[in-house]
């Protein structure tokens, strides 16, 4: 041994044929700065293959453990600084691997055996490792930074080392302990939801230890699982006690609180929302003028005279960041004292509101708009069913009195919707995407359970108030951008070239051109229009929307790529979305001559905060909603039911059933006798044998095999091809690059795929 080794004494006492510890690697790369197998070998005069070999497992276990780190080919090693760790946001995936989610750089992959320190959720300081055979970064945990919750909904089992509580996706890969006196002294049973509160956090060896603090009722599995999922979430469900003070000391409006505002009282404004709505934060007026233009009023309740900066109110609304929508239940970002309240414009009271007062040519085109604080009345609560059989039957006896008995209302509707005409026309010229795609709701029996799964249609009246609210929004964002603003917009980016690189190929089976990078709006309007009529039109629309880069909140104005504007923000909804509020309290400030509010957060930060909620609120609607169908499907096993092909896979075809609307996988093994070929392209399956060929838009009859409630997913066998569509007519031959794969034998596992408020 020819190198100064301080622990050569104990790497000979473990090793016959000792080679340098792991403390003279580190100290000699640092000193070389970087260096591969064969420099290091060098270094240390090594030339014995089994040294040669010992020194490379151990270089390869330094990186595994995150003490150096390796790139390139051959690989290159140095030493890994407080420069190489990031923090992030662990997310967990129900397989028991997860990621390490940052925001500026590719995600951190993290093993099983990383995963045992932490939850779903949790903030982590983490170095990346290695690169593993898919190219991913793999990551060590080097520091829990925090930990995002302490209580947790799980079911408690038992085995041969005792009790432990069982928690659900996405933290199934961390069972907590409890003891039997804790057991026993709450009467739990095997079986039942307990909730959790952690005593010790887990380690490398040993799983978290808690204690079960309650056991709930199984009764209803509907509200137990969205308990579940607001903690395992992180979704606030409590109000601070502060916030509620706050919200109920406000009275209804006075004339103290009145004073200042434009009075419209006298205006026929109306509301016009869904059959199940509670709060009305949008109120509609119009009214043609001279020479054929029209004047539309938007009104807004007035958030932000109730949620003052940095109020307890505010902090509550500001950490939720946005209302979360659960079938028949609702998470409010705001007390319901306010919001469906003294925020919510209800009939016949004094609501406090922001106006967009809006001026329209009778081309339709924006000539003039101004904000400002008002007053309202509003003149009636009207659904869209309401308001859709109106525009078919004006004279039907069944319409409310508060529409047909008021002439006012009724001529203002009836401007709405030629207003409404106009405006299509301008969303039609201007190329914003209309994609036809299915929104689902589910009707609840007493019991709680799912009685059906009925489509949302979605006739003028819900046009005509979208385009409203999208006229709002684009003149907030004006006047905004106008005036400096310190507001967040309201971002979508247009498609990266990957994405465009897709549709660009897949476009060749209508025949159109589409470009391999930097699409426009108009290249996607051209294969929606070509194809809206088709009966694989929702397959074809909803992999167009996926190609779709996702909206964000932002400071800096980008524009909006799917609405087909240069500027726009959400100014519509403050009662559940904290963006609107933050515009609204610029606004106002500005047209008030008043100073702007200095709020605790950033721009940046609450860019990022209010993109994060929404991200979360909506997985967190998707959990349950695939939860409950796959719940309501159990009952359906071995069942049979037709569908539609909706996304084709390497690994099979996922199938929407027609009538129930829910997505479930026909495993490649269970496609047919053949071997087949995943034509990525195409997004077609080819036998390679028999030319058996199962695309997008297909409709088949598939029986339900099972039902894994750990995964959410739903395995279908297919029965039978009923109809081929259009596309997936001709026989073709893969092409000769392609590798083509067997069907396994196995059924292989993958995640079903779970399925919008206005404005």
Known sequence: MSW??????????RYDNPIPSRELILSTITEHGEVTHQQLAKAFNIDDTDQL???????????????????????????????????????????????????DMPDLFLHEKQMRWVFNGDTVDAVGTSTDNRGRTEGRIVDIVERRQNNFIGTLTRDEDGYCVELGS????????????????????????????????????????GKITEVLSDDNDRELIIETTLLNYDIPSDFSEA??????????????????????????LVTIDGEDARDFDDAVFAEKRSGGNYRVVVAIADVSYYVTPNSPLDQDAYERGTSVYFPHRVIPMLPEVLSNGLCSLNPDLDRLCMVADIKISRAGKVTGYEFYPSVMH??????????????????????PKSLTGNKDVKKSIDTLHQLYELLLKKREDRHAMEFETVETYIKFNEKGGIADILPRTRGDSQKLIEECMLLANTCAANFALKHELPVLYRNHDKPDS??????????????????????????????????????????????????????????????????????????????RRYPDLM?????????????????????EGAGTQ?????????????????????????????????????????????????????????????????????????????????????????????????????????DFDLKEKLQSSAMNQTKKQPAKKEQPKKSPAKRSSSRSKGGNKKG
């Open 4 to 13: 100064n080794d301080p622990n050569a004494s104990s790497e000979a006492k």
């Open 53 to 103: 070999d010992a020194l490379g497992n151990r270089l390869k276990a330094m990186a595994r453990d995150g003490q150096v780190n390796r790139e390139g080919r051959p690989y290159r090693y140095r030493t890994v600084t407080q420069q190489d760790v990031v923090t992030g946001t662990v997310s967990a995936h129900p397989k028991g691997f997860g990621f390490v989610l940052l925001s």
């Open 170 to 209: 996405p933290n199934n890969h961390q069972p907590i302990t409890v003891t039997d006196d804790n057991v026993q002294a709450l009467n739990a049973k095997q079986g039942s939801p307990v909730k959790v509160d952690i005593i010790d956090w887990p380690n490398q060896h040993e799983f978290a230890t």
């Open 243 to 268: 916030a509620l003070k706050q919200a109920n000391d406000y009275q209804e409006p006075t004339a103290a609180d009145i004073k200042g505002r434009t009075d419209l009282r006298h205006l026929p």
């Open 378 to 399: 509003s003149q009636a609560r009207l659904t869209y069913n309401q308001v859709n059989d109106y525009f078919v039957n004006p004279t039907d006896k069944r319409l």
């Open 498 to 575: 990957e994405k465009s690189m897709r549709i660009h190929e897949y476009a060749k089976n209508f025949g159109l051109p589409f470009p391999e990078e930097s699409p426009t709006q108009a290249d996607y309007q051209r294969i929606i229009e070509a194809t809206k009529d088709r009966p694989d039109a929702i397959s074809i629309h909803s992999m167009l929307l996926r190609s779709m880069m996702q909206a964000n909140y932002a400071p800096d104005n980008i524009g909006h790529f799917g609405l087909a504007y240069d500027e726009y923000s959400h100014f519509t909804s403050p009662i």
């Open 583 to 603: 515009l609204h309290r610029a606004i106002k400030a500005k047209v008030t001559n008043s100073k702007q509010p200095v709020m605790d957060f950033s721009l």
């Open 610 to 714: 209010t993109s994060d909620t929404e991200r979360r609120a909506e997985k967190a609607s998707r959990y349950v909603e695939s939860w409950l169908k796959c719940h309501y499907m159990k009952d359906h096993v071995g069942e049979e039911f037709e569908g539609v092909v909706t996304t084709v896979t390497s690994f099979g075809l996922f199938v929407t059933l027609t009538d129930l609307y829910i997505d479930g996988l026909v495993h490649i093994s269970n496609v047919g006798d053949d071997f087949f070929v995943y034509d990525e392209q195409q997004q077609q399956l080819i036998g390679k044998d028999k030319g058996t060929l199962f695309g997008l838009g297909d409709s088949v009859k598939v029986q339900v095999a099972g039902v894994n409630m750990d995964l959410l997913q739903i």
